[in-house]
């Protein structure tokens, strides 16, 4: 994931940065949507009590990233690399760190292989 957000803070010529900048949205959204998807699945499997609220986080991320994706075309590069950096911290490392970690909680409360995810 911040291999991909890392393409976006990469300078270029003007020309070339609105359409790469939209290709790294692009790819952050397919990326997340792929990963939301496995961890769905995960959490389905283990009985997760939490599965419908989470997953209903997912949804907020992928649709925060797709209005990001509709409005970005009004910004320039210094306003579309501060709001990147604002929202990958406030949707998706947040979201590592409080919510998939409660998913390992549960399975280290149940003594349940604990995994990466
Ligand atoms: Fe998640």
Known sequence: MFEIANLAFEKGEDSNCKQKNKDVLIML??????????????MQE??????????????QIIKEINT?????SVMDTQTFELELG???????????IY???????????????IVEL
């Open 99 to 113: 919510e998939d970690k409660k998913i390992q909680g549960f399975l280290n409360a149940d003594n349940e292989t």
């Open 29 to 42: 959204s397919t990326y997340f949507e792929s990963h939301f998807k496995h961890e769905e699945n995960f």
């Open 46 to 59: 283990i009985e997760y009590p939490l599965y419908e609220l989470h997953c209903e986080k997912h949804e």
């Open 86 to 96: 604002m929202f990958i911290e406030k949707w998706l490392v947040q979201h590592i």
């Open 68 to 72: 990001f994706i509709k409005i970005m």
